[in-house]
Antibody
Framework: QVQLVQSGAEVKKPGASVKVSCKASGYTFTNYGITWVRQAPGQGLEWMGWISAKNGNTNYAQRLQDRVTMTTDTSTSTAYMELRSLRSDDTAVYYC????????????WGQGTLVTVSS | EIVLTQSPGTLSLSPGERATLSCRASQSVSSSYLAWYQQKPGQAPRLLIYGASSRATGIPDRFSGSGSGTDFTLTISRLEPEDFAVYYCHQYGSSPLTFGGGTKVEIK
């Protein structure tokens, strides 16, 4: 069965960076991409971007593209999302989801990773 | 960027009643690339509807989606206790992908 298991909660100071991992299993990793979505406490969902696990092509949300980097490691079937220059409004639950292209409604989601940015 | 506006913000209904949720887009959604997700507290979103009207695998037929262009609707024909949750519409036809602000369906 398809599973996406994310890394644990993080607490970071403003200006720091965070790297969240998403380990995939139950399917051929390179046949799909990974979408990243975040959700601030009590708020709605925000699409952050997508990466192809086949060739590393990315499509980032413009408002984040200066601070976000998405990568994959095909040897471990793991996707990563790094967010730099963290601010308090980056406090959110970060989700990964499987998507063959960015223009797909994702079915399989990770459990979410809470990132708290606080001084 | 396509802005999705959901209404109402909160819907207070009783089990067995019909729920009608609206999602309006600021511009036409390409090829009806419009989905609906359900989210419960502490859980990841769950895909209900894609392509505006196709039910995802395992989704009960009390959930139905309709609409095209800029106006879309999610209908829950008879609310079950497990249906009380927040629902988001989501367009995935043009970058950046966007979500609506959500409609909370609560028990009256």
């Amino acid at each position: 069965q398809v599973q996406l298991v994310q890394s644990g909660a993080e607490v970071k100071k403003p200006g720091a960076s965070v790297k969240v991992s998403c380990k995939a299993s139950g399917y051929t990793f390179t046949n799909y991409g990974i979408t990243w979505v975040r959700q601030a406490p009590g708020q709605g969902l925000e699409w952050m971007g997508w990466i192809s696990a086949k060739n590393g092509n990315t499509n980032y949300a413009q408002r984040l593209q200066d601070r976000v980097t998405m990568t994959t490691d095909t040897s471990t079937s793991t996707a990563y999302m790094e967010l730099r220059s963290l601010r308090s409004d980056d406090t959110a639950v970060y989700y990964c989801a499987r998507a063959p292209t960015f223009a797909v409604a994702a079915v399989y989601w990770g459990q979410g990773t809470l990132v708290t940015v606080s001084s | 960027e396509i802005v999705l506006t959901q209404s109402p913000g909160t819907l207070s209904l009783s089990p067995g009643e019909r729920a009608t949720l609206s999602c309006r887009a600021s511009q036409s959604v390409s090829s009806s690339y419009l989905a609906w997700y359900q989210q419960k507290p502490g859980q990841a979103p769950r895909l209900l509807i894609y392509g505006a009207s196709s039910r995802a695998t395992g989704i009960p037929d009390r959930f139905s989606g309709s609409g095209s262009g800029t106006d879309f609707t999610l209908t829950i024909s008879r609310l079950e206790p497990e249906d009380f949750a927040v629902y988001y519409c989501h367009q995935y036809g043009s970058s950046p992908l966007t979500f609506g602000g959500g409609t909370k369906v609560e028990i009256k």
